[in-house]
């Protein structure tokens, strides 16, 4: 079972910019979806953003959309989710997951299993 390490993460000023890596502990199959999700204290974990090994196919939420890029790197197993103009809102532990699931990008985090141990991202205002 492929295993995921998260890193990255750290105290950022407001406006700044950090970049995510989620790497995997051996080839993750082309079929599965691997996402982003963050968990901020007293909050449920939510959806930030997918991407689908196959074909490249990519979902952000909306919260996110227009400051976060998600890739991958298949040579380095790795999905990298870059964050720019980052606000204290965004202050969470940031998780990683894969789902093997056709159709549709889910974006529900039941529909994901071998979470990592999250990354802790602070922003300061």
């Known amino acids: 079972q492929v295993q995921l390490v998260e890193s990255g993460g750290g105290l950022v000023q407001a406006g700044g910019s950090l970049r995510l890596a989620c790497s995997a502990s051996?080839?993750?199959?082309?079929?599965?979806?691997t996402g982003w999700f963050r968990q901020a204290p007293g909050k449920e974990r939510e959806f930030v953003a997918a991407i689908r090994w196959t074909g490249g196919s990519m979902v952000y939420a909306d919260s996110v959309k227009g400051r976060a890029t998600i890739s991958t790197d298949n040579a380095k197993n790795t999905v990298y989710l870059q964050m720019n103009s980052l606000k204290p809102e965004d202050t969470a532990v940031y998780y990683c997951?894969?789902?093997?699931?056709?159709?549709?990008?889910?974006?529900?985090?039941?529909?994901?299993?071998?979470w990592g141990q999250g990354t802790q991202v602070t922003v300061s205002s």
């Open positions: 997951a894969n789902a093997n699931n056709f159709g549709n990008i889910r974006t529900d985090q039941y529909a994901y299993t071998n």
């Open positions: 051996g080839r993750t199959p082309s079929t599965y979806t």
